[in-house]
């Protein structure tokens, strides 16, 4: 096998990717716009259904019941796929799992695979792969064909062109399908795409895909999809590779009746999306001959031995949380230079890298829980980043450049002086010496030193009263008579009246 | 050992390791959990048959499906006049139609002779059904009689799909209890004509399934 190209993610951190992106107005118009139609779509279906916390409800217990029991899912997957005719792979990390695709490839001799749109194919780099070694994949998904032909990423998981709008896309058709003359609406554009790819789903004998879900009572798998891309590839061709995540399973078929109601709704704001589609193994006369799946771990294993944070693997990748995000309605998605981007995206990242990638994103976040709260299965985003930030900082502390930098000693000193009433007291009073030097005329602190200057860069700071609260309630207790009215307080909020107006 | 089992087994023992398993799977333990998970969605619908009917009709209309009604004993006539006025004269057919959905005139092709290079010359398929779903708009096919192997009402342009009052059911959970006994049948949801968002989040219809949709309900 040959060395593949590189990675398209950079090892930028998040602020340092979106300072770039910021930059750009007309990326940021096509997300906003993508981001709301979605959004406004996604609230009005969702409200359509009285059951909608129900469902979640129910959608959380069965994803959280398969992951706490996954070896024993996967096993009866792989018995079930197997007697109905499937073959199971497994595969430990991203270039065990290009081997073996790579060698089902070269086993039929073809030189071209078609594919359904699969995160996990961008999570290992499969494309590359492939064409290192020869072969040619044709991505069939009309958003994953704009980003291909546009040598360009993905930015969302649901709609990986959405930074594009009608006009890039056409210039991208005119050039790659030599069609000077193509028109501009979306429709001159899906029938484009639907003329170039028909010849290939007709012709290429391979395909590639991912999968949506997996069951492990009858050995099912699942596929989402709206354009019918999905269905060309997994029905036309001779042999069909799914290249899915373990953590994938459901325990029954039944199962599917809570989540094809949760994704179509929050992924794309669809009562149903335009096509699923289940099957078992192989079926004589229908679809293809050879069927394989491979079983891809690549860091997730390790994910479930956290119990906090274990909960990230019920994702079904519905980018619900993307869209709400008021980061990604900013940034977009290539912001954080990962093939998860988004709420997901900064919790997903770094755990599939053991934390030593992606270590910026539990920071890419203001935590205000909009993610958690259009989750179809309730993965607690906020908790989850809260938790990874503090793993950061246990990985930092372990380097002398860690241990010996300001932010560690300052968080350390803070948690020295908080730790006891009165080295508490000692530092307010210090405090209320020192701030001398940062207050200004106006009476506020507008400009703080060092790493604290960021804080003030948009707001001013009200600086210690003179008499601490702590310092009021022992003077309180001593006479006893002290009324509420003159607590410190009252003067402060009368200086805050004045510099607001 | 070959590779894929040391891979196996490396993946199965680092999810139990990260677990903190048992020795051992208790599958009775597992089972009693997994029937004790909350479940309090909606699972039986309410509404009136012909409620149901009128919601079915107008969820497929907002996909710009056309939607038909007749009678068990007209949908040769009904047939015919749709397909004459979309203008279409060869005509897929799964194995197990009954012959009485066939009316003359027509150049009809029995799908299972052809390969996917011939069902795309072809100028539409017309097939039954197993369940449809009113909520969604949704029609479930099967691989089974009067529903033929998947590429048949997805390669040609034009689908025509008769649909019985009795198969339509309100919620998704109840297309799954019916489903539910043949779930090895290769099974497809379609909701509507092919469609894509990708473009600024517009629907658009038509990409690779097929484009136009007719829906005829029998009532």
């Known amino acids: ?501 | 050992m070959p590779d894929s089992q040391v891979a196996r087994d490396a993946i199965l023992s680092s999810i139990r390791t990260a677990l903190r398993a048992p020795a051992g799977v208790d599958t009775a333990a597992i089972a009693s959990e997994y029937a004790a998970l909350p479940r309090l969605y909606k699972r039986e619908g309410t509404m009136d048959p012909a409620a149901l009917l009128d919601l079915f009709t107008h969820r497929l209309v907002e996909y710009d499906a056309g939607v038909y009604r007749t009678s068990a004993e007209n949908i040769g006539s009904e047939v015919a006049r749709i397909l004459s006025e979309r203008g279409r004269r060869r005509i897929a057919i799964p194995d197990g139609l009954p012959p009485e959905w066939l009316p003359d005139g027509f150049d009809f092709q029995r799908a299972s002779r052809f390969g996917e290079h011939q069902l795309d010359q072809l100028e539409g398929v017309l097939t039954g059904c197993t369940v449809a779903c009113a909520e969604t708009g949704s029609i479930v096919l099967q691989n089974a009689a009067a529903q033929g192997p998947r590429s048949l009402t997805l390669v040609p342009d034009y689908h025509l799909c008769v649909v019985f009052a009795a198969q339509v059911l309100e919620t998704v959970p109840e297309c799954f209890a019916r489903l539910d006994a043949d779930a090895a049948l290769p099974t497809t949801f379609f909701s509507g004509p092919s469609a894509t968002a990708d473009i600024e989040m517009t629907r658009i219809k038509g990409v690779h399934g097929p484009r136009f949709l007719d829906v005829l309900l029998v009532v």
């Open chain 1, 1 to 501: 096998m040959k060395e593949q190209a590189h990675s398209p993610w950079s090892n930028r951190s998040f602020p340092e990717a979106a300072k770039d992106l910021l930059a750009d107005s007309q990326i940021r118009r096509n997300v906003r716009h993508a981001t709301n139609v979605i959004q406004a779509k996604r609230n009005r279906v969702v409200g359509e259904l009285p059951d909608w916390e129900q469902l979640r409800d129910a959608g959380a217990a069965i994803r959280a019941h398969a992951l706490k029991h996954l070896d024993h899912y996967l096993a009866q997957f792989e018995e079930n796929c197997t007697r109905a005719g499937g073959h199971i792979h497994w595969a430990r990390d991203a270039a065990e799992a290009n081997r073996i695709i790579l060698e089902l490839i070269q086993r039929h001799a073809a030189k071209e695979v078609i594919k359904i749109k699969t995160m996990t194919s961008e999570e290992i780099g499969l494309n590359r792969n492939l064409q290192a070694n020869g072969i040619q994949p044709h991505e069939t998904d009309l958003a994953e064909l704009i980003i291909q032909l546009g040598r360009d990423k993905p930015s969302h998981f649901v709609v990986p062109a959405l930074h594009k709008n009608r006009q890039q896309v056409r210039e991208i058709f005119q050039r790659e399908m030599h069609l000077p003359d193509l028109g501009g609406q979306p429709e001159d554009l899906a029938s484009a795409a639907r003329t170039y790819l028909r010849e290939k789903y007709l012709r290429i004998k391979v395909a590639v895909s991912g999968a949506n879900f997996l069951v492990a009572e009858n050995g099912a798998v699942c596929i989402v999809e709206s354009e019918g891309n999905g269905r060309m590839c997994l029905t036309l061709p001779d042999v069909l590779i799914s290249l899915v995540g373990i953590e994938k399973v459901l325990p029954r078929y039944r199962d599917l009746e809570v989540f094809l109601q949760t994704l179509p709704r929050s992924a794309t704001g669809e009562r149903m999306n335009p096509y699923n589609s289940i099957w078992t193994g192989v079926h004589a006369g229908d679809g293809p001959k050879e069927f394989h799946v491979v079983l891809l771990d690549n860091g997730r294993s390790p994910i479930l031995a956290d119990d906090e944070s274990r909960q990230t693997l019920q994702c079904i990748r519905c980018a619900a949380c993307l869209n709400a995000c008021p980061v990604y309605h900013q940034t977009g998605g290539h912001a954080y230079e990962s093939v998860y981007p988004g709420p997901i995206g900064a919790i997903l990242t770094p755990q599939l890298h053991s934390m030593h990638e992606g270590r910026s994103l539990p920071y890419a976040s203001s935590l205000c829980g909009a993610c958690y709260e259009v989750c179809p299965v309730k993965i607690n985003i906020p908790e989850v980043l809260i938790h990874l930030r503090g793993k950061v900082v246990q990985q930092d502390q372990k380097t002398l450049s860690g241990k010996l930098g300001l932010w560690n000693i300052g968080m350390q000193a803070a948690a020295f002086l908080f730790a006891d009433a009165s080295r508490l007291s000692l530092a307010q009073h210090l405090g209320q010496i020192g701030q001398k030097v940062v207050v200004s005329k106006n009476g506020f602190i507008e400009h703080l030193p060092l790493m604290l200057s960021g804080w003030t860069q948009t707001r001013d700071l009200r600086p210690l009263p003179a008499q601490s609260f702590r310092d009021w309630w022992e003077q309180r207790e001593k006479t006893q008579q002290t009324p509420i009215a003159t607590a410190p307080t009252s003067s402060d909020k009368t200086q805050e009246k004045k510099h607001a107006g």
